[in-house]
């Protein structure tokens, strides 16, 4: 079946740190993958996405590639800022119809 | 343009308990979810509509029903809350299909069942 997994948290970092979080995946076919904000108190939202192997989603300084060959999509941050302080969920959508499978998500705590 | 909105925000329960969680969307989107988010577990889908008048069974379907009541609405009850269905529920929707398009999700309701 498919599934995601990612490391687990949190990821405690200090102001314009470099970020990654991990996060592999299984699935038969060619994925779709998503990486999904949760701020505090609120739903989630859309952080990135790549639909095809070799892409690379990018959006407010993050950037994850879609691996293949090593079944990958890791989150990666060049300098990471306090307000940057939330859940961060890997995610992947199969052939056919749009369901989103989640990973556990990852706590990503940024001090000053 | 509210995106999606869910009522109540907050609600305790006892067991055996019902109600309704409520969810509307104003984007025209063809496809709604519920999902829960149970801690170190992520996102579960619980049901979904793929389009009006359809409902299909997600990954933790049971003790739950749920009503598409129409393109905006999308409702989920809990019949005999029990103690396991503690948790924080989301609403999403999106355009569907086979594409790789976004979920826009509500701002949860965080359920205590005692």
């Known amino acids: 079946g498919n599934s995601v997994t990612q490391m687990e948290g949190p990821v405690t970092l200090s102001e314009e740190a470099f970020l990654t979080i991990n996060c592999t995946y299984t699935?038969?076919?060619?994925?779709?993958l998503f990486w999904y904000v949760q701020y505090p108190g609120e739903g989630l939202q859309l952080l990135l996405k790549a639909t095809k192997a070799d892409d690379k989603g990018s959006n407010k300084g993050f950037e994850a590639t879609y691996r293949k060959e090593t079944t990958s999509f890791h989150l990666e941050k060049g300098s990471v800022q306090v307000s940057d302080s939330a859940v961060y969920f890997c995610?992947?959508?199969?052939?056919?119809?749009?369901?989103?499978?989640f990973g556990t998500g990852t706590r990503l705590l940024v001090s000053p | 343009n509210a995106g999606v909105t869910q009522t109540p925000k907050f609600q305790v329960l006892k067991t055996g308990q019902s109600m309704t969680l409520q969810c509307a969307q104003d984007m025209n989107h063809n496809s709604m979810y519920w999902y829960r988010q149970d801690p170190g577990m992520g996102l579960r889908l619980i049901y979904y509509?793929?389009?009006?008048?359809?409902?299909d069974k997600g990954e933790v379907p049971n003790g739950y029903n749920v009503s598409r009541l129409n393109k905006r609405e999308f409702s989920l009850r809990l019949e005999s809350a029990a103690p396991s269905q503690t948790s924080v529920y989301f609403c999403a929707s999106g355009l569907g299909g086979t594409g790789s398009d976004e979920q826009f999700f509500g701002p949860g309701t965080r359920l205590t069942v005692l």
């Open positions: 995610a992947l959508v199969n052939t056919g119809f749009q369901k989103l499978v």
């Open positions: 699935a038969t076919g060619y994925p779709s």
């Open positions: 509509s793929a389009s009006e008048g359809t409902t």
